[in-house]
């Protein structure tokens, strides 16, 4: 079975209009009204029953002076408030560990070492304090607290296992006691939760023999607080982190790289709060591109924090690991996310892999390798570790409903889709699995689209056919779930979308996306 997850990033770094407005970040409130006993008034207008009319029947063509003077204009503006402050910090840092790495000779030694680990911490420590505020306490508490607790790995492997179970399990009890009755834990929990995956990664490592011993106290804070990965993430492995202290990309294709990234930040960001809502509006007679629409938001959410942290990859010449296979691009350096193979995918396996790719790296490497052993039954053992990954996956996410409802429907919809596809492919001889076309030369099917140069082939265009009905599907999907990111709860009230959140999507489309998830799995399992 193909491996596949999801992990959904509104999580990763939670961007939370009242989290985000409390920290100084990001307001996605832009012409919305802040009491709730306020009458609302349009999104874009600000009000005005005329006006509103005239805004609601026109197009989007005739929406657009409005939509760029309320909302494209201060959400560009608050964007690079934003993100300024942290490329600065990243070049500075940058520039620090070359201008040291100039002047001294570097070597392994942990004293000559030092200040570069220094020089990252204080950046990110810095970039922090920009970001949550006073709250960076609490992350130096915790981030106290995991180095403790990688003391438990002389006891082996299982101390490395326990490490994992106490790292996961302690941000439930963070939810639960600390933080229950506070509005600014789930961006905290977005940080803490990529030093989660830093903290397992370590362990396991450290088991491996991939690394020599613990590092010291500021070796450690240097690769949990590194600038270019702190805030918003991506994880990346304390090797990787190492081999990354002194850069070596140049500046020209480094800063090439952050334009590039910077610019699609703030297309995308466009997109989420500003088009996305306008469309919805717009296709609010068709439910299916209405959900796909307000998902949009979401996956436009998604891609604007991508873009920022590759942004900070690219101008510290951090590299993510597990290089190739498509994770870096000429233009964008490492990527850690694919909007094209997620707005276009082939089967929902390789959306979801392309949707948090450093994330799905990890959950691999640490995860559903481990679990997946070899033996006499193949087949349970596999099964086996995808569901652990999902769980893992899962609960890294913190006490999110709505997560797991996401994750446990992707886990039946790209199982039952793999398996399928699988089993046609070895029918009929062509080229239907879920994975992409590894092209011609290595491509074991006959009936295959890289090998018919001829557009008259029937069999050629049947495989395409076939391929887009499987596209299709899974943008239906990736519609259908992506709306139950938009509620903020699973509560239900009394019928409207609002007090509905996702259900109410999901009535309307007769749960139909879960009956044909569950009827892969059946049509599977009766012609197999």
Known sequence: MDYQYYDEESDYI??????????????????KP?????????????????????????????????????????????????????????????LLCLLYARRGRLSQSSLRMAPL??????????????????????????????????????LGRRGAQLLALLTIGSQFLYELLIWRKRSDWPQLRGIQMVVNMKLIS??????????????????????????????????????????????????????????????????????????????????????????????????????????????LLALTDQRLDGGGGGRESELLGPLVAQPWRIEWPRSISSLVRSWNIPMHEWLKRYIYTPCKTTGRHSRTQTLLAVFCTYL?????????????????????????????????????DACLSANLCPGAERCRYSNCVSKQRSWASVGGWLVRLANLGFTALAIFHLAYLGVVLLGDSLETGAGTAEEEGFL????????????????????????S
């Open 117 to 154: 680990h220094l020089i990252h911490l204080s950046c990110g420590l810095t970039l922090l304090h920009f970001t949550v505020g006073f709250r960076l306490w609490l992350l130096l508490l915790l981030a106290a607290v995991g180095y403790l607790l990688l003391q438990l790995l002389r």
């Open 202 to 311: 370590l362990g396991f490592d450290l088991c491996g023999g991939q690394l020599a011993g613990i590092p010291n106290p500021l070796a450690y804070l240097g690769y949990i607080y590194s600038p270019a990965t702190c805030a918003l993430g991506p994880w990346v492995s304390f090797g990787s982190y190492s081999n990354c202290l002194v850069p070596r990309s140049s500046w020209l294709l480094s800063l090439r790289r952050t334009v590039a990234n910077a610019v699609l930040c703030l297309l995308t960001v466009t997109v989420s709060n500003c088009l996305a809502p306008v469309l919805s509006d717009l296709a609010s007679g068709w439910h299916f591109l209405a959900m796909y629409t307000d998902a949009l938001s979401v996956r436009s959410s998604h891609y604007f924090v991508g873009f920022i942290a590759q942004a």
């Open 392 to 428: 893992v996956s899962s609960l890294l996410h913190g006490m999110d409903l709505r997560i797991y409802v996401v994750l446990i429907s992707l886990a039946v919809f790209a199982a039952g889709e793999s398996l399928l596809r699988r089993h046609l492919s070895g029918v009929l």
């Open 504 to 527: 109410w999507h999901w009535k309307q489309a007769g749960y139909l996306s879960h009956y044909i998830g569950v009827g892969t799995i059946v049509l599977y399992l009766f012609i």
């Open 34 to 94: 802040q009491d709730e006993d306020e009458e609302e008034e349009d999104y874009y207008l600000g009000g005005g029953e005329e006006g509103e009319a005239a805004y609601h029947n026109g197009g989007l063509v005739d929406r657009l002076p409005q939509i760029l003077q309320s909302c494209i204009e201060p959400s560009l503006l608050q964007v690079l408030q934003y993100v300024a402050p942290m490329l600065l910090l990243c070049l500075l840092c940058r």
């Open 14 to 31: 939670d961007v939370d209009e009242e989290e985000l407005a409390a920290a100084g970040g990001l307001d996605y409130s832009y012409g």
